[in-house]
Structures are given as C-alpha cells and as structure tokens.
C-alpha cells in the first residue's frame, strides 16, 4: 500500500480540526469538568465537524444512497445514528408511514428534526420519533415502539462503524425489531479485504475512534450483516469509483428477511 495513501485520512482530520477545535475548545473551557468527560468532548466535536463536512459528503455519496435508499424502505423505517438527518431526502414519503431517528448525539437533534419537518415528518402528527440513545440501546427502542418487530425498514449509513457492540446490535435489531419480510439497508465504511490496507485500517483505528465519536475503520459490518442468518434474500456491492487502497471501503447492502 502506498505511504499516501496510508496518511490520507490525516487530510480529514486536518480539515476537521481547522473547524472544530476551536469551538470545541472553548465550549471545554466554559465548564472546565468537561474535560473529565472524554465522550461528550468527541461528541462536541463530531457535531460540529458534520455541521461543516456533512452535506459535502452526502453529495459525495449520493448516487449510492439513493441507489440503496430511495426505491427500497418502507413502512416504519428505523434509522440508525440518524445524525443531521442525511438519509430523509432518500425516503418516498409515500411510502414511508414513519421515520424513526436513533441518535444519541443530542447537539445534532434540532438539525435533525429540521430536516424532518422539512420532508413532513413530524412529531406532530405522530411521523417522526427521535430517540437519544444508542442503537445498542435496544430495550429502550423497543419500548419507544410499542414491542418487537415493528420495523419494516432498518437504514444504517456509516453508523455501526460507531457503535459499542454492533454485530449484537445489527442482530438484535434483525431478529427483534425488524419485521418478518422487512429490509435491513446499509451503506457503511468496512474493513478491506486486503491485508495491507487491514493493517492500516488498525493502526488508525484508536486515534480516529478518539476524535470521530467511536467511528472505528477496521469492522466487516457487511460480513457480519451477513452471518446473522435468517435472510430470504440479500445482495452487497461496493462502489465503482473507490481504489482497492481506500482506508474507508464502502459496502452498501440490501438484506431482506424471511418471512
């Protein structure tokens, strides 16, 4: 693997660092404990960089999301590390009854909800629901939906890289919260297939996990969609435009499950 290559994700991390730092230093400094509260601090700083970053890198990602996104969820559709609501502009709101966000990045709720509003889905009139917990927070997101298999649509974009315990979340949420004959869409960054590319994908892993709210670049989500069994169908495929030496490899998948 070339060296440039291997240092390139240092571009994005300058970049984000040139326009989170200082917001994110000074809120530290307005209430010093914070300091003490590393997750909240890498939380701070993940919103204000997808503040800034966020809509860039949807366009860059367009064509994938509304390949795997738009023409597929349906019903209920839970949204996994919802973010600033990037994936709503994908939804047929014909075809989509609810939106349900799971967030627990409470700094970026009100562009969230803004966008929603903006796609008609609203607290209001009972389509949209925002839960501030994690997806591994699955009791609570049962909870918030009446019981299990109440979903018809599970999206994650680029959100299991980040959380705690995703091959138990991606199954439990498969098994529990998705419907018999319901869809399980991704769109995430997974770990290479090529050794070289492992290695560095695992070196930079600790450091970017610090600074991007527990985004990790080394997980076979895809792999592990996969081995959760119980699928009628599915398909996964990569992105055309990507080199094989790209730290951030994406899949995009469509599982669905049986009935």
């Known amino acids: 693997m070339h060296l440039l290559a291997a240092f390139a994700l240092f571009l994005d991390l300058g970049s984000a660092l040139l326009v989170a730092f200082i917001p994110t230093l000074l809120w530290v400094l307005t209430s010093p404990s914070r300091v003490f509260r ?11 960089t997808w503040e800034t970053f966020g ?11 509304d390949k795997l996104i738009a023409p597929n969820a349906y019903g209920v559709v839970l949204d996994l590390g919802a973010g600033n609501g ?76 980040s959380v705690p315990d995703p091959q138990k979340t991606a199954r439990v949420l498969a098994q529990e919260a998705l419907k018999p004959g319901g869809l399980f869409l991704f769109y995430e960054h997974v770990l290479s297939p090529r050794k070289d590319v492992q290695w560095w994908q695992r070196l930079w892993t600790p450091l970017w996990v610090r600074a991007f709210d527990g985004c990790c670049l080394d997980r076979p989500t895809h792999i ?17 435009d990507e080199t094989e030496e790209n730290l951030f490899l994406h899949r995009s998948g469509k599982f669905v499950k049986a009935a």
């Open 38 to 48: 590393p997750r909240n601090i890498s939380q701070f700083f993940m919103a204000k």
């Open 224 to 240: 592990w969609i996969d081995e959760i069994g119980g699928w009628s169908d599915k398909a996964v495929w990569g992105n055309a």
């Open 86 to 161: 990037h994936a709503i502009p994908y939804l047929d709101t014909k075809r989509v009854t609810k939106y349900v966000a799971v967030e627990p990045n409470a700094l970026m709720h009100p562009k969230l909800r803004q966008t929603a509003d903006k796609a008609g889905f609203t607290e209001a009139n009972g389509s949209l629901l925002i839960l501030g917990c994690g997806g591994e927070d699955i009791n609570t997101i049962l909870q918030a939906l009446g019981g299990t298999h109440s979903i018809d649509t599970i999206v994650s974009v680029m959100a299991l890289c």
């Open 55 to 65: 809509d860039a890198i949807d366009e860059r990602d367009r064509v994938d999301k």
